[in-house]
């Protein structure tokens, strides 16, 4: 009994250690510097066949097309719609954005097409200089007109 006596009774600590928070928090704080950049990139989107309002512009709109098959059309202005490569299109958009800088871009896919190729369009167009991205949708009927 004597010596369980002489030992020294061990404290409980009742300090919180914060070094793992600090080290989580300066980790969110770096991913939320690195990310914060990228949110600024992002794309208006209108979905097919949506009830969202139309975009009113006073310029006529440069439209990239994408068809069933994947291929893809452009129309600048008020020209014919034309077939074009990706090289084709990313030079005459850019070439056309570089003139007149404020021009709405927008970019119609038709509903069977991978959504892949539509985002490939995206980034061609980022390529090109075009600032801002719209999809194009179709207008939803009301239930009676159908």
Do not use: C, H, W
């Amino acid at each position: 009994m004597q010596s369980y006596r002489n030992r020294k009774r061990l404290k409980l600590n009742a300090e919180i250690n914060v070094v793992p928070y600090i080290d989580v928090m300066l980790v969110l704080l770096i991913i939320f510097m690195v990310t914060a950049p990228l949110m600024n990139l992002g794309v208006d989107i209108e979905l097919p066949k949506s009830s969202a309002s139309a975009i009113q512009n006073d310029k006529e709109p440069v439209i990239v097309s994408v068809d069933k098959d994947g291929a893809y059309f452009l129309t600048i202005g008020a020209t014919a719609r034309e077939p074009v490569d990706e090289e084709t299109l990313v030079n005459k958009v850019s070439a056309f954005v570089r003139q007149n800088p404020q021009v709405p871009v927008m970019i119609g896919g038709d509903e069977r097409v991978e959504y892949g190729r539509i985002y490939a369009a995206m980034v061609l167009l980022q390529q090109a200089g075009a600032p801002k991205v719209g999809l194009m949708s179709q207008p939803t009927q009301p239930e009676g007109k159908r």
